[in-house]
């Protein structure tokens, strides 16, 4: 996972990710500069050490399982070699939770996407040791991953555990989770197909609570306020370590009318 996760004390301060060091998308020192259109990005990508297991499972199982980015849309049932229902999952950080829904759940479909190498090459090593032959991953921005390669009405559903929260207000246009994404999001599910997110951020799940309520495609299972957590939902790494700093944490379960 990159280094933005929970600081390592409450946050007070804010998390790596909104170092004011961070480059800003276009600046100099942006590590993303040749991947433009879309003004802000969610995420800024950092130097990550590869663990030698991550190196092998990139080199050995990342031909079969890890799609490259191509702006065209995917023929999932070729990828996947079937038809079945299919769910995405953007930011799955190291994999484990993606891992544990995929292994138990092995007559859907998954599709990781992540932009962090080693969490890529950490959830190939959980596609090698389980085995999971129901799991793709893309390691590419899932704005445009969506926009350009998941067919329109594609998924049962689509998975957001904990987003980068971008704390500081003048990072805030940075979350992923706003009205437009939001809306173009649901043209990829299927009618019926759910949308479940889930942070450790109050102030972020207040705005993922207003911008999907606000959502004419969607309908919100909770009435107008929050999910319990569903049974299916493994505690993820970045939750856990949220609960360790007294974080709450909102479940956000919406369908696609
Ligand atoms: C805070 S971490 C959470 C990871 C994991 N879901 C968990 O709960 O442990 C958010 C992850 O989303 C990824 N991410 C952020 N924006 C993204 C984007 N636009 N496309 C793909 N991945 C993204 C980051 O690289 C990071 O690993």
Known sequence: MPETPHPAAPPAADSASEQPSAPEPGEAGDPHAGLRGRPLRSFVL?????????????????????????????DLDAVFGRHAPRVLEIGFGMGDATAQVAAAQPGTDFIGIEVHQPGVGAMLKHIGALPLSNVRLLQH???????????????????????????????NKRRLI????????ITRLAPGGYLHAATDWQPYAEQMLAVMNA???LVNTAGSGYAPKPDWRPLTKFE???????????????HRI
């Open 46 to 74: 950092r130097a990550g050490r590869l663990g030698t297991g991550q190196q092998r499972a990139l080199a050995d199982l990342g031909p079969q399982y890890l799609l490259p980015y191509a702006p065209r849309p995917l």
């Open 141 to 171: 921005d899932a704005v445009e991953v969506l926009a350009h390669m998941i067919p329109p009405g594609a998924l049962t559903g689509v998975h957001i555990w904990f987003p980068d929260p971008w704390h500081k207000k003048r990072h």
């Open 178 to 185: 706003q009205p437009d994404f939001v809306a173009a999001l």
């Open 215 to 217: 959502e004419p495609g």
């Open 240 to 254: 856990d370590r949220g609960l360790k700093l007294g974080h709450g944490v909102w479940d956000l379960l919406f």
